[in-house]
């Protein structure tokens, strides 16, 4: 194969590459990485670049590779000779902002955070050891050992790395006896992980939230509590857009499950360096990390063949992996640095439903809650502080706009509202950071479908209308479809449809959501009215419109005030276990107290599921706001 | 330089070396290990080979080089040409046989040892897991987690390493659910170290002596407790005779510290390998190392800076250092091994101290006991089951043999036993393993100083009797000396001098002792008698006479059942905590719960000291039975 070189503008960064390498790839290895919403499947266009010289090849066809105003998507172009790449402001992932730290109610904040030092994963403090005399003869390590303890009396057992007690005696004579000492809590023990002369440097920690199609990665300064978030899509999704799909590849390749534990760890390590470059923060500075993740994510992450999760009875591998070390996880930052992990329940029910059990508060109060999270799978537990249910159900990635060609990531560009206005014919679309629209995201897709409902666009059953008097709808060669977007259309650069799938992926996801909901009240004795507070988690964020939500069926009819928008829960558990060791020790708790109901076991299900492929609903009396709503 | 091929004869190895190494040292990289008992220093003539063809260059002078019978010490002798080396059988070492197995007494071995399983450090387990059902969900760690506690209930709380959690799964698929896991004591956590598809391999130990000048390495079996122990010299006597010169090498030299540690490694390894070789067992089948030794050298072993050992207040870096990884330490064994370490009571009162006292059982009685453990350094402990105190006075390296040049490490060819007639002007040898006598051993320096003395050949303040009327008196270049062996006695290939320097050496160290064990006994309020069991252990091993080491004035003048030879209690406590938990947590409370008294802070020992410095003493009184025996 020939040697080719590549370079990458703005900025003039050259690669070597080989004939038929994807651009993609080849930008990833020069550490300029793009959009690539779908995981570089072809389908989001978010990865568009344009060739200032040379050429490139398809992957597939010549169609498949072009994109709008004549880029090329990375993702489907083979290197093919020396070129000159440029890459547009919109594809530079540099612009993705923080769209998602971790929020907290503020009675949950204060019940952790609110001690000066509430017991972090890993911490750092400077300490002033008294130096030996004739009658103070305790060791070096002893007598550090007795003032680390004394500064924080949780930290114990205390022990200590080979590296760092190597260090010790030079450092404390050195240093006058006065000494920075790192320490990470291994759940049974506490390490000494790091040894400094002062003056201490400031120390970050990581809350990361592992999802199937979205990743999180938030830096914490660890004195403060503050902290900062970037996300992107899931690379992994390249190997199967669903758990099923990615624990089916890593069985049938030989080199799958290295594979897909990569392509994570790519996307923490690239996400982590861009938090540190901005901060400024050194990798060893980087002190603690605290991950919460479905069952199967965090197994890809550490390695973990997931085959039980994926044969009956669905167990993961480990409900409570021990706490690591960073290098052993692979994750660039203090090589000692503890990576802890939040507790699963079942294989289906991983760490981030216990990390979003802890961060709603749900269990410190008489009544009852509903947790419901959607992601590409959606989980939902039930219960208060004396008892909680759960179960899941596949709800797909349809809400994270996986699989839906006008779908994209809810970053910058993303279209997170629509209306449309059947009179003028027109959208009103709220677009993220302002910029011109790329795509459609979760929230916007379900605010979508349920404007054309109610437009009468689409009719109960989610078929698109092809005697609506709008030009939007049309027959394409595969089946009918809705422009959501015209070409230009609030200055949008390409036209965005919706085709009768995509519906059909919505509803289904929507459906399944609200048969979980169902069948797990059913299960306990509980009608939908019983449950004082909805906890509505995951994929939407605070974009969605709770009656949007009631509307296309997916939620039960509650009262409004009942039902609240909690954001990336899975994240904010995260948080909390970073920063609080009663936290820690109360998502153990969570997790082994927590009820599993198997949907898959319930007939009922199957009944509610297809009973539910309606908008919003075949019993439209169960939900009666609407009904008062349309005067039926 | 020009590369060279050696030959090394019998076995045919070759080697390729540089002109102007040392012959000992292509040995070495050829895997062929020579004696050297003094550690390469051109003394004790062990490292003799023959140039069967080729030339070397000497490192010093030519005599330096040139050994018995025409042959070359390998210590001595550079790479010059292309050379065939013909290793004689009695310069190999592995010739040398296991002299110092463990030795316990009944009652200490019955304490700890009785029980089925009484908690060794490591421990290899056949276990079959249920299988998961509909109504029995615990995860594949968890499920394995709860049968190892079952099988063992104190190996908790019970982590495991990433590696083993990554195979547990499939391990647990492919094998119809039994497993068999190896578990290993980390102190504060027992940590599943590897799994392994049944049935289940026998499993080794280590219990390991790291000596200033012997080091002994014994592999137990751990389903039978049986064991062989195989010892050499510490090769770091290269650095140093004696601890205090080793950690100014280890200061003074930028990579001294990694060069002593590298030297002690390499011992260990080789006799590990030896071991491992004729037990025929597999690196990864030893699977946990409990180790013991003086602080120094067990500092130099994990690669910690000593100085504080140096300095006033002499403490170790760590009292207890913690429970490490064989891959951390660089044993070649079971790389997730434990290696645990006996833990020290002061600078000078090492872990092999705290072993011993273990092994000898003495804070079980009532009684007052008297340990005094002699290697290079001597250490004395005094006490019983409510109070230990101990002190440590610098013996030097005299008994073992270091620095004097008729000496020898005590593996066969040693002479171990030392009997001069005065009428028939003979000398009685025992040799260890019946072989040609090459050298005198430690004990048998000790025999001889109390044999000639008898005689009249040394007088009472140690001077050799240039008017003795023997021709093995004579005056040398280097002083008086007195020829032990002659050539040819007993079939002595060379023959075997003391000289003038060497006597005062051995007096030096007796005079050590003897001070030590007087002030600690006077600050104690304390006289001999009061001491129920005398406890000699160390270098002397069983083949010193009782009566020898009083007629010198090396021990107290007790009634002869009081005194006991408990061999190396170093290796036989490392023994204990390899097998016992309960032998494991009795070291650290017997290290913490002993008293240190400085000697150097007590004005009484230099004038005990220089009082000690006559055979037996200056004051005879203190010694009534050989006042009864001379008719004094």
């Known amino acids: 194969m020939s040697q080719r070189t590549i370079r990458f503008e703005p900025g003039g960064k050259e690669v070597s590459a080989e004939d038929g390498e994807r651009l993609l790839d080849v930008a990833a290895r020069a550490e300029i990485r793009l959009r690539a919403d779908c995981g570089g499947q072809g389908i989001c266009g978010t990865c568009r670049v344009e060739l200032e010289s040379g050429s490139v ?106 590296e760092c007690l190597r260090e010790l005696p030079s450092l404390l004579r050195d240093g006058d006896f006065t000494i920075v000492a790192t320490a990470g809590d291994f759940r049974t023990v506490e390490h000494i992980i790091d040894l400094a002369s002062p003056p201490a440097r400031s120390a970050y920690g990581l809350a990361i939230d592992v999802g199937t199609s979205t990743v999180v990665v938030q830096a914490v300064n660890l004195q403060t509590g503050e902290g900062r978030a970037v996300s992107t899509r899931n690379a992994q999704i390249r190997y199967g857009d669903d758990v099923i799909n990615r624990i089916v590849w890593s069985q049938e390749h030989p080199e799958g499950l290295e594979q897909l534990r990569e392509a994570i760890l790519d996307n923490l390590n690239l996400l982590l360096g861009e938090l540190r470059e901005e901060e400024n923060v050194e990798a060893e500075d980087v002190i603690g990390a605290s991950i919460a993740g479905n069952a199967t994510m965090v197994n890809f992450l550490l390695g973990i063949d997931a085959r039980p999760i994926r044969r009956s009875p669905h167990i993961p591998p480990a409900a409570l ?110 677009v993220i ?13 379900v605010e979508a479908m349920a404007s054309l409902s109610r437009a ?24 009918p479809e809705f422009v959501l977007v015209r070409e230009g259309e609030q200055g949008a650069p390409r036209e965005l449809c919706i085709k009768q799938t995509d519906i059909e992926n919505l509803i289904r996801s929507k459906a399944a959501v609200h048969a979980g909901i169902t069948v797990l009240l059913q299960q306990i004795g509980l009608r939908p009215e019983d449950v004082e507070h909805l906890y509505l988690a995951g994929a939407f964020g605070n974009y969605l419109n709770v009656d949007t ?74 939900f009666p706001s609407l009904m008062a709503k349309s005067g039926q």
């Open 433 to 445: 950071a302002d910029q011109q629209p790329l795509g459609i995201c979760g929230t916007g897709l």
């Open 549 to 622: 939500a009631v509307a296309i069926g997916m939620l039960p009819d509650l009262p409004r005030e009942r039902i609240e928008f909690v954001g990336n829960t899975s994240l904010a558990g995260a948080y909390l276990a970073l920063l609080s060791r009663e936290a820690r020790r109360r998502l153990v708790d969570i997790a082994e107290g927590m009820t599993y109901l198997e949907l898959g076991d319930e007939p009922s299900f199957t009944e509610e599921f297809v009973a539910s492929m309606f908008i919003p609903h075949t019993d439209i009396a169960r």
């Open 57 to 162: 090849q398809p992957l597939g066809s010549e169609e498949e590779m072009q994109a709008a105003d004549g880029g090329v998507l990375a993702c489907q172009a083979l290197v093919a000779s020396d070129a000159v790449v440029r890459v547009p402001e919109l594809t530079a992932v540099g612009e993705i902002p923080a769209l998602s730290e971790a929020q907290l109610p503020e009675t949950v904040a204060e019940q952790f955070l609110s001690m000066e030092l509430p017991g972090p994963l890993a911490r750092r403090i400077e300490i002033e050891v008294p130096p030996p005399t004739g009658t103070d003869t305790e060791p070096d390590f002893e007598r550090l050992q007795r003032d680390v303890v004394r500064a924080c009396p949780d930290c114990t057992p205390l022990t200590i790395t080979l």
């Open 321 to 430: 992996p021990p706490v690591l070390a960073a290098r052993e996880v692979g994750l660039e930052i203090h090589p000692e640095a503890p990576v802890s992990i939040s507790p699963a329940v079942a294989g289906f029910v991983g760490g981030d439903i216990s990390a979003g059990v802890l961060a709603t508060g749900m269990t410190d109060s008489e009544d009852i809650s509903l947790l419901v999270d959607i992601g590409t799978n959606g989980e939902m537990v039930l219960g208060n502080r004396d008892w909680l249910t759960c179960a899941s159900c596949s709800a797909g990635p349809a809400f994270e706009g996986v699989g839906i060609e006008c779908a994209t990531f809810a970053g910058p560009g993303a279209i997170g509202g629509y209306d449309y206005d059947p009179e003028a014919d027109e959208a009103r679309l709220s």
């Open 456 to 479: 009468g666009a689409l009719d109960r059953g989610g078929r698109i209308n092809l005697k609506f008097s709008s030009s939007r709808v049309r027959e394409s060669a595969a089946g």
